[in-house]
């Protein structure tokens, strides 16, 4: 199978990354942040923990054949893991990001093309709802359809009252986080069939509360009652809606935006480490496809096995 470059790359400690109690190295990049800026340990986008504490190559089985996908923030972290995973699963991706991170998108690019599938790159401002328009826009002209949009483009930063967040981050926050999830799916609606599938990315913070991610954590509750919402609607015309909602993962978003404190407490989860891109886009993969035909409405926890209600 054609993953075995990237799969050799990923592996070099990869036992270590996935040990129970594994603490992350401080270490702080500049907004956005860059997957290749990052040191050791790197995220890993297509392998999964063994029982040892090892890795082993995700096992692909044909779920999304002839699929096309919007992904969202998909340069890297979470949105690259879920358009390598979609492509070892047969699907082609469409990702979005910011003109920053143009360097991620293509090695995503490039990785996703090594398992035969095409990948379309847009680097574009989601903010704007004119750019969402332009988004689905350019993925129909590119793929001719649009089968699945991952709604995984996030903003975040850290202040620990309510004092110290601005008005400006806080409209930022909502307006990256929420408003082009609305945009993106109101746009794409009208050209999904039956079986077509919307999956959006929350947090675990909704389901804590964290303080010190106010805006954040608020945005994210939205996007749970979004999903609901929109599942509700979009149901009984045969199209799907989904929530994932990651914890601590480990992404380019969390050196570039996390403080050295909140980096220490990092693997704090009941599971002991923390979670890897990959173990996320597993995720992705089933609410994708049909093995998840009987759930709309829900959200998926991959969250090292905090407890949460709702």
């Not at 480490?273 to 992705?284: D, M």
Request: a neutral charge; proline letters at 6%; charged letters at 20%.
């Amino acid at each position: 199978m054609p993953v075995a470059q990237y799969i050799e790359r990923e592996a070099s400690g990869a036992k270590s990354q996935f040990a129970p109690g594994h603490k992350i190295p401080i270490q702080h990049l500049t907004r956005p942040g860059l997957q290749s800026d990052m040191g050791d340990p790197k995220p890993v986008s297509a392998h999964l923990p063994t029982e040892d504490g090892g890795y082993q190559t995700y096992k692909a089985a044909g779920k999304l054949e002839g699929k096309r996908a919007i992904i969202t923030g998909g340069d890297s972290g979470i949105g690259r893991a879920v358009a390598i995973l979609f492509a070892m699963e047969g699907a082609s991706s469409f990702i979005v990001y910011l003109p920053a991170e143009e360097s991620d998108a293509q090695e995503t690019k490039r990785r996703v093309e090594e398992c035969g599938q095409k990948c379309y790159t847009l680097a574009i401002d989601v903010r704007k709802k004119e750019n969402c328009q332009k988004i689905i826009n350019e993925a129909l002209e590119k793929m001719g359809g649009i089968d699945i949009l991952v709604n995984n483009a996030g903003f975040q930063n850290m202040l620990s009252d309510i004092s110290e967040v601005t008005e400006d981050q806080w409209q930022t926050t909502f307006d990256t986080n929420i408003h082009p999830f609305y945009y993106l799916s109101k746009y794409v609606l009208p050209h999904m069939k039956r079986g077509a599938t919307i999956i959006n990315c929350a947090s675990v913070n909704p389901y804590i509360g964290r303080a010190d991610l106010l805006d954040y954590t608020s945005s994210k509750g939205a996007i749970v009652a979004f999903t609901r919402a929109l599942s509700n609607q979009q149901v009984k015309k045969g199209i799907r809606v989904n929530c994932v909602c990651p914890g601590p993962i480990w992404t380019p978003l969390i050196p570039a935006t996390m403080q050295t404190e909140a980096m220490e407490q990092f693997h704090a989860v009941p599971i002991g480490r923390p979670g890897q891109p990959s173990e996320v886009a597993t995720c992705f993969v089933f609410l994708a496809s049909q093995d998840s035909s009987y759930i709309s409405g829900q959200c998926l926890h991959p969250n090292g096995g905090v407890i949460v209600s709702g």
